[in-house]
């Protein structure tokens, strides 16, 4: 597609429940960045790939939260046992290589809401 | 660590009055520095963006020079339209090993009225 894809765009869960938030970058595009945005609130880092490696996970809150990229395209951010503080708007990044002064184009986002 | 400090919102303005949203920096190095604009109900978009010290960065009538004696990239508009109302971002790139991320401001808040 021409841009960054997240879905499901919305997505209510109970607390406890298992998630799979889902990230489509743009073709071609080596480097795939998770971001977390919290109301009024700018987005915090998460994790960076690098194809299908993660380069850097330290932004994970715990070990609840897990993301892969198996084949350097798509990724998963996964959550295990939601709590009502994981609410929050997932969002996914991605840029041409990863370089420090490369534009991230960003999707529109996941709502999470843990009831 | 890196980090930027943003002015925070609401801001509320009258068409065509003048902008000025306010960000300053602290890095190591002198990285580029970004502003991400977020409309309702999309996502974030690169508004503008400047390289080095003394550039300026321009787009849609925003512009943001970078000032590295003061630390601080502020956005400015001459004249606001009520479709700039949206939350602005300042952003800087941090290295931490491999990692390339973005750290942002906690986002301003601009409303237009007509």
């Known amino acids: 597609g021409a841009g960054v894809s997240q879905t499901p765009s919305n997505k209510v869960t109970e607390k406890g429940k298992y998630v799979e938030l889902r990230c489509d970058p743009i073709?071609?595009?080596?480097?795939l960045y998770w971001y977390r945005q919290s109301l009024g609130q700018g987005p915090e880092f998460l994790i960076y790939?690098?194809?299908?490696?993660?380069?850097?996970d330290s932004g994970l809150p715990n070990d609840r939260f897990f993301a892969v990229r198996p084949e350097g395209s798509v990724s998963t951010l996964k959550i295990q046992r939601t709590e009502r503080g994981d609410s929050a708007v997932y969002l996914c990044?991605?840029?041409?290589?990863?370089?420090?002064?490369?534009?991230?184009?960003f999707g529109q986002g996941t709502r999470l809401t843990v009831v | 660590g890196d980090s930027v400090t943003q002015m925070e919102g609401p801001v509320t303005l009258s068409e065509e009055a003048f902008l000025t949203i306010n960000c300053t920096y602290t890095?190591?190095?002198?990285?580029?520095l970004f502003w991400y604009v977020q409309y309702p109900g999309e996502g974030l978009q690169l508004l503008l963006k400047?390289?080095?010290?003394?550039d300026k960065g321009s787009n849609k009538g925003f512009e943001a020079t970078y000032r590295k004696e003061t630390t601080s990239f502020h956005l400015e508009k001459g004249s606001v339209q009520v479709s700039d109302s949206a939350v602005y971002f300042c952003?800087?790139?941090?290295?931490?090993?491999?990692?390339?991320?973005?750290?942002f401001g906690s986002g301003t808040q601009l409303t237009v009225l007509p």
């Open positions: 990044a991605s840029s041409l290589n990863g370089g420090r002064n490369t534009e991230a184009f």
């Open positions: 073709s071609g595009h080596t480097a």
């Open positions: 790939f690098q194809g299908t490696g993660a380069a850097d």
């Open positions: 890095a190591t190095g002198y990285p580029s």
């Open positions: 400047a390289t080095k010290a003394d």
């Open positions: 952003a800087l790139p941090v290295s931490s090993g491999s990692a390339r991320q973005l750290t």
